[in-house]
């Protein structure tokens, strides 16, 4: 028989189907492991020809076919999406709290324990397993005991809500699979392609669905290899015809015939598989998309490329450098559909409406951009969002329901003269507005229906159409039919969406466009794909370890076996982990690469990786002899945890790194050739004084050269300056470069509530008011505590949830802190700052000390910078504050009373600000140290 290709032997097995029927034209149908094998299978089967009257089945999809039919006629519905996870956590909580299930009732009720329980009662469903059974094993009643109860439980709110399952599908398709009408038994010859293990009711239904047609099987290698799946396709097919699937060429086709296999002949080594040790994952995903774009350099068709993923983990930065390598990809498998910027905006808008509401949550959801505020709002509705954080940081509220009596008190203040921030309050308080009372209409008790009917209206109105909002409806609009039990709260039913994004993948493209595969490696069965790329074949990843389940142990499966319950123990997990490398490597029919990361970096601390059972199997099968511990470290690296960007510019993704490399590669030569560049000449003059002057030496002709024009610097134009820029001109140039000359000011920080019995807020109270008890000699105590209740109060006066309670609890505890400080507070008089420059440059120390005892001692309580309010690290400022008003000293007192002298030594300071003065006016913000990010390491040592 000539070599036949998937395609080529799915067609030579309908031919030979509708010759043994003796019907040119009988109708046949193929049955696949999931819908995406079977539509990889139509394509293949395309290119091997033309075809008609062929339909391609899943054993679930034959299930509700068959079943769900004869289910409807007595009046039943499907169970609709998301409605047993609902109704298991609605029981937990209702049998729990009456004592139904033993002393397990509440821990079952925690967070993590709910999918144990939604699998576990599938498992059993699916097996057949009925409450009377469960119970009927005494020796297992602390797990089966709870289990039989939920089951019992589950069913009886099954019937009344008249719905069914997929195990109670399964059982009613078997009574159907002679019924002419059903679609599926007008197929009169079926082809199996593929094998994995099915639930006993889905496997009863395909051996008699499969005994009244004539049955041929597809053989495809490496799966031809192993063992049949339990209670499998392959099982349920019989003795019926195979046709074996010709491997792959060269080296995949020898490895796809070895693999799984007695151990032979060492495979001859064509290029055409490649293993790989890459870093940890992250960079294995990397290190794929180079090697895919370098497929595709080498002209393979974009849709002739696949991808397996062992999970969803590596999708985002496999993503993130396909983006940057500009290589299309349609995503069968890929992060969660709740990391998705829609999926994002919708769970913040209703955990807002459940009542969790920060400042932090406002900016977040009223700044997202794919909300669409101005058509709910109107065309000046959003006007000034460019100022809503600003205003939101420096209104006084914490959020939750004090946010808008403080905007409302914001906009009372403002100025009039500054209409800019006046309309912008008022915007941003609309919109809170007009968010409240769309929450308010979703605060009720309801259905998943219900609510989802609600949500999908917010989600037409407010978010942008685009892929990830269509996404998000479809999972909405897949619970339209649970309109029954349970009756949810608002926080409920979100924590529901929650968990239903979380498990749903974020899906992107079809099989038809012309772009790369990237789908788990079961998927992969049926395709035709000249590169196959498999990544991470690690221990604990691809294999998965395999463990036992936490209530059906492998005790508890072995007597549920001894009952006539076919469930499934741990230890078939090792043939289904083959069975997945098997399917993503059928598919290769010109290339393979597969990859073994070394470490695991996304717990912290990396921790080696060791190579799974799969990367041995497969190693073994290309040495021909029992892999070796020195064989998996011999394998080639790809990438490098010590190299940011690649050193040749072919293996660069994206721009910057091909330039990058570009500029690596041809060393002196390609910086040269940059410099010649009008817009770069002066940065690169800038970076050698730079680097001159920060290693201590000579400057040379290119200092000064900057024109002072090009760094305006506030302060060297004899305009005051507080203290404390004078001495980040000391001793940060470069944060007083971007504070202060070039205006580049992190972003407002959003306050959340706090405790203000806390000790940094007690602290900074304290300080504000010691000040005020600093010019009152009279009464300082008085004055301290009218000065901190004060404070209190208007910290808190939009935060209506902190009580008498709390606020005599910081006073007590404030009372504690500050015992010292009323003991060194000295008597205040007032003296006038000195007249004139405090030394040398043309600048002013801006404003006042805080209260000045006599010509010697300086009291500075809140003129500290925030990053700098212990006294011992806030010396410089105050020593320039005490230079500027003419005093020979300074002193310092801290909140619990400890204090900090030092003199001022005129010489010493009119030196540093003589330096910081020159440097700034010849344009140089020189780092600390010779390492700083000035200096350009690629220019070290070349000669201008």
């Not at 069913?155 to 009344?160: D, L």
């Not at 409406?353 to 009223?366: H, N």
């Not at 940081?393 to 403080?406: I, T, V, Y």
């Amino acid at each position: 028989m000539a070599p036949l290709s998937l395609g080529e032997a799915l067609a030579s097995a309908i031919a030979a189907l509708r010759t043994q029927l003796n019907d040119p034209l009988a109708p046949i149908a193929v049955l696949t492991p999931s819908a995406a094998n079977g539509q990889l299978a139509r394509q293949s089967l395309a290119r091997a020809g033309g075809f008609i009257r062929v339909d391609f089945l899943t054993p679930e999809r034959l299930a509700q076919a068959l079943g769900g039919a004869q289910l409807a006629a007595q009046g039943l519905r499907p169970e609709p999406s998301g409605w047993l996870r609902a109704i298991v956590g609605a029981e937990v909580q209702r049998l729990g709290a009456a004592g139904a299930l033993g002393p397990y009732g509440e821990a079952l009720g925690r967070p993590g324990w709910r999918a144990t329980l939604v699998g576990a009662l599938e498992r059993l469903e699916g097996a057949g397993a009925t409450p009377d059974l469960l119970q009927s094993l005494p020796a297992h009643g602390d797990r089966l005991g709870p289990l039989a109860t939920l089951l019992a439980a589950v069913q009886a709110q099954r019937a009344e809500a008249r719905l069914f399952g997929g195990a109670q599908a399964a059982a009613a398709a078997v009574a159907a699979v002679t019924d002419p009408s059903a679609r599926p038994n007008q197929a009169r010859g079926v082809v199996v392609l593929g094998d994995r293990a099915l639930s006993a009711g889905v496997f009863a239904l395909c051996q008699a669905w499969l005994g009244h047609r004539a049955v041929h099987r597809l053989a495809v290698a490496p799966l031809a290899q192993l063992a049949p799946a339990p209670d499998g396709l392959w099982l349920a097919a019989g003795d019926s015809p195979c046709t074996p699937v010709t491997p792959g060429a060269g080296s995949v086709g020898a490895l796809q015939a070895a693999l799984f296999g007695p151990t032979g002949e060492a495979i001859a080594d064509d290029g055409r598989v490649a293993i790989v040790r890459t870093p940890d994952p992250v960079r294995d995903a990397t290190e794929a998309a180079r090697a895919v774009r370098a497929a595709v350099r080498d002209g393979v068709a974009l849709d002739r490329i696949a991808v397996a993923l062992p999970d969803a983990d590596p999708a985002e930065p496999l993503a993130a450098a396909l983006a940057r390598a500009g290589v299309p990809a349609t995503w069968l498998t890929g992060p969660p559909l709740s990391r998705t910027p829609a999926a994002r905006l919708l769970a913040l808008w209703l955990q807002m409406a459940a009542g969790a509401r920060t400042l932090s949550d406002w900016y977040e959801l009223l700044r997202h951009p794919s909300l669409r505020l101005s058509g709910r709002l109107g065309a000046d509705g959003a006007q000034g969002r460019g100022r809503w954080r600003r205003i939101l940081a420096s209104c006084g509220a914490g959020g939750g329901e004090g946010l808008g009596p403080a905007l409302d008190a914001w906009v009372a203040a403002v100025d009039p003269e500054r209409p800019d921030d006046v309309a912008a309050g008022a915007s941003l308080r609309q919109a809170i507005a007009v968010c409240e009372v769309e929450w308010a209409a979703l605060d009720q008790v309801d259905s998943l229906a219900g609510h989802a009917g609600r949500w999908r209206a917010f989600v037409g109105a407010w978010l942008r159409p685009g892929p990830d909002t269509q996404r998000v409806l479809a999972v909405l609009e897949a619970w339209a039919g649970a309109d029954v039990a349970p009756h949810l709260s608002l926080r409920a039913a979100t924590g529901e969406l929650l968990d239903a994004l979380a498990r749903q993948p974020a899906s992107q493209g079809r099989l038809s466009d012309p772009a790369v595969l990237v789908a788990e490696p079961m998927a992969l069965l049926g395709g035709d794909f000249e590169r196959v790329f498999v990544l991470g074949l690690g221990h604990g990843r691809f294999p998965r370890t395999a463990g036992e389940d936490a209530l059906l142990t492998d005790a508890v499966v072995a007597d549920l076996q001894a009952a006539g319950v076919p469930l499934l123990p741990s230890a078939a997990a090792e043939g289904r982990e083959q069975r997945r490398l098997a399917f993503a490597l059928s598919a290769a029919t010109g290339g393979l690469w597969l990859s073994v990361p070394r470490f695991d970096a996304t717990a912290g601390k990396p921790r080696p990786m060791l190579p799974g059972a799969l990367a041995r199997a497969i190693v073994t099968a290309l040495r021909g002899r029992p892999a070796r511990h020195a064989d998996l470290e011999a394998l080639p690296h790809a990438g490098s945890r010590a190299r940011a960007v690649p050193t040749e510019p072919h293996e660069a993704l994206g721009a910057l790194h091909h330039r990058i490399a570009r500029l690596q590669a041809q060393d002196a030569v390609a910086l040269r050739g940059l410099a010649q560049r009008q817009g770069t000449q002066r940065l690169l003059h800038l970076h050698r004084a730079l680097t001159r002057v920060a290693q201590g030496g000579e400057r040379d002709g290119w200092t000064g050269r900057i024109d002072p024009a090009l760094l305006p610097c506030p302060g060297l134009d004899g305009a005051p300056l507080p203290a404390h820029r004078l001495a980040q001109l000391v001793e940060d140039p470069q944060r007083f470069l971007m504070r202060t000359v070039l205006g580049a000011y992190p972003a407002r920080a959003l306050a959340s509530p706090s405790d203000p019995t806390e000790p940094w807020p007690q602290r900074d109270r304290l300080r504000v008011a010691a000040a005020a008890a600093a010019q009152a000699p009279d009464d300082a105590e008085g004055a301290l505590w009218a000065a901190w209740t004060d404070d209190l109060e208007a910290a808190l006066r939009f935060r209506p949830e902190v009580g008498a309670a709390t606020r005599t609890l910081a006073r007590q505890l404030a009372e504690l802190t500050a015992r010292g400080l009323l003991a060194v507070l000295p008597p205040a008089t007032a003296t006038e700052p000195a007249d004139g420059s405090p030394g040398a440059g043309p600048w002013q120390v801006e404003g006042r000390p805080v209260a000045v005892t006599d010509a010697d001692a300086l009291l500075i309580l809140d003129r500290v910078p925030k990053v700098q309010r212990r006294p011992h690290e806030g010396g410089l400022p105050g020593l320039l504050a005490a230079r500027a008003a003419g005093l020979s000293g300074a002193h310092w007192v801290d909140a619990d009373g400890s204090h900090l002298a030092a003199a001022v030594d005129a010489a010493v300071l009119d030196g540093l600000l003589t330096a910081a003065t020159e440097r700034a006016q010849a344009g140089l913000y020189p780092p600390k140290a010779a390492s700083g990010r000035a200096v350009l390491d690629a220019e070290t040592g070349m000669e201008a």
